[in-house]
T-cell receptor, first 112, second 113 residues
Framework: QQQVRQSPQSLTVWEGETAILNCSYE??????FPWYHQFPGESPALLIA?????NKKEDGRFTIFFNKREKKFSLHIADSQPGDSATYFC???????????FGLGTTLQVQP | EAAVTQSPRSKVAVTGGKVTLSCHQT?????MYWYRQDTGHGLRLIHY???????EKGDIPDGYKASRPSQENFSLILELASLSQTAVYFC????????????FGSGTRLLVI
C-alpha cells in the first residue's frame, strides 16, 4: 500500500515553463512534507519542505502548495531550466522517528 | 564537514552469500537509516536506529539485519543474499528533533548474481 502517491510518473516541459508535480497522502498524522531531487548516479538531496501549519512555501523558483483538507501537496518549478532535469520525490513523515515515506518519483525533463 | 560515508560504493555478491554494507557518519546525529532504491519503487525504509546498540525495523526488513555498534556506525547485513536484493542502498543520518533534514550517503550499488 503506497501511503504517498505521486504523479505524473514523467513530465516534459519547455525551458521557461512552470513544471507542476503532485503528491497526495493518506495518513493524517504526517506532519512534515519534503521534496527531494535526485540526479543520475547521485543521492537524493533536499529541495524544499513544508509543515502543515502553512499552505505555501517558497524558495526561489520552487514553491510548495499544501492542501491539508484534501491531503495533497504539489511542487511548482517556475521558469524551468534544463539543469532542473532530474527525478523528484515527494515524501512525508510523522513524529520523532523521522521515518520518511517516499513517493515513487517524477522524472522531469526540461527541453531547451 | 559533516558527512555520511558508505562502503563499498559497489559490490557484486553471489546468491546465498553474506553481504555487509557499512555506513559511517561524522554528523553526531542520533538517527540513522537504511533505504533501498529500486527503479519504480522510490526509496523504501529497511531499518533505522536512534541510539547505539539498538535498531528498529522499517517498512521492508525481511531478509536484512542491522547493527549499530556506535553512534557513528550503522551496518546493513544480508545473511543470505538473493537476486531480489539487487538495488541501490542509501544510508542517511538525522539529528534528534522532529522534521530535521536527512544527510544521505552516496549510496552502495549491490548486484546479486
Amino acid at each position: 500500500q503506497q501511503q504517498v502517491r505521486q504523479s505524473p510518473q514523467s513530465l516534459t516541459v519547455w525551458e521557461g515553463e512552470t513544471a507542476i508535480l503532485n503528491c497526495s497522502y493518506e495518513d493524517s498524522t504526517f506532519d512534515y512534507f519534503p521534496w527531494y531531487h535526485q540526479f543520475p548516479g547521485e543521492s537524493p538531496a533536499l529541495l524544499i519542505a513544508i509543515r502543515p501549519v502553512s499552505n505555501k512555501k517558497e524558495d526561489g523558483r520552487f514553491t510548495i502548495f499544501f492542501n491539508k483538507r484534501e491531503k495533497k501537496f504539489s511542487l511548482h518549478i517556475a521558469d524551468s531550466q534544463p539543469g532542473d532535469s532530474a527525478t523528484y520525490f515527494c515524501a512525508a513523515s510523522t513524529g520523532n522517528t523521522g521515518k520518511l515515506i517516499f513517493g515513487l518519483g517524477t522524472t522531469l525533463q526540461v527541453q531547451p | 564537514e559533516a558527512a555520511v560515508t558508505q562502503s563499498p560504493r559497489s559490490k557484486v555478491a553471489v546468491t546465498g552469500g553474506k553481504v555487509t554494507l557499512s555506513c559511517h557518519q561524522t554528523n553526531n546525529h542520533d538517527y540513522m537509516y537504511w533505504y533501498r532504491q529500486d527503479t519504480g519503487h522510490g526509496l523504501r525504509l529497511i531499518h533505522y536506529s536512534y541510539v547505539a546498540d539498538s535498531t528498529e525495523k522499517g517498512d521492508i526488513p525481511d531478509g536484512y539485519k542491522a547493527s549499530r555498534p556506535s553512534q557513528e556506525n550503522f551496518s546493513l547485513i544480508l545473511e543470505l543474499a538473493s537476486l531480489s536484493q539487487t538495488a541501490v542502498y542509501f544510508c542517511a543520518s538525522r539529528p534528534t528533533g522532529s522534521n530535521s533534514d536527512y544527510t544521505f550517503g552516496s549510496g552502495t550499488r549491490l548486484l546479486v548474481i
